[in-house]
């Protein structure tokens, strides 16, 4: 595992156990950028394995990415690990006051990282690929995130501004843009049937706190 910095506005020192192509650990670097929290970032190369070593193991016994190591506190689980920093780091707040919109951030977000993240990992695919072929690993992939922008398209339609609950980045801009990023490219999802999904992606990739999360710029990306 290999180390590095991202600075910004605060004096705080994470440290963010990440790889480059995980979604789950580009929602968190996104949501660090946007709190303005500076943290180390410490590449786990998950191809190599370096997710399964004894070490890693000491700090998210399901191996996966990403963790963050904030002093004695370890959290893991990117849902976790944002309601830990949105508790302990108030400032740049990811969730709204008025609790309907609290709730449909929270419920977007839960969509995500339950109902599709989770049903087209790595390992997932990979075993439906050996058990049923590349042909339907695909079809299997893009019928459950379809399932999930469906959606998300209905629940945020009449409540989206240009972020998902309006003109502020909030908890679901940060579940969401990672995850139409990254599985619309790779599984040729067609986008234009989720119109308010395609804008809050639109409007996030033009922030500079999006910009640097994205997987390109960490600094253990691969061509």
Known sequence: MSS??????????LILY?????????????????????????????????HLTPEFEKLNPLHYVPVVVDGDVVVSD???ILLY????????????????????????ASIVSSSIQPLHMMGLLKHVQEKLGSEEMLSWA????????????KLLKNVAGKFATGNEVYLADVFLAPQIAAASKR?????????????????????????????????????
């Open 85 to 108: 920093l949105e508790d302990k780091y108030p400032g740049k707040a990811l969730l709204p006051v008025d609790p309907q919109l609290k709730a449909i951030n929270l419920q977007a």
């Open 4 to 13: 590095s910095s991202s600075s910004s506005a605060s004096s705080n020192k």
């Open 78 to 80: 990117s849902f976790a």
């Open 18 to 50: 990440s790889f480059w192509q995980s979604s789950c650990a580009w929602r968190v670097r996104f949501a660090l950028n946007v709190k303005g929290l500076s943290y180390e970032y410490r590449a786990v190369n998950l191809p190599k394995g370096e």
């Open 187 to 223: 599984f040729n999802i067609d986008m234009s049937k989720y119109p308010t999904l395609s804008k809050i992606l639109e409007s996030c990739m033009a922030l500079p706190e999006f910009e640097a999360s994205m997987p390109h710029r960490q600094p253990d990306a691969e061509p």
């Open 142 to 153: 893009q019928f459950h995130i379809e399932k999930g922008f469906l959606a998300l398209e």
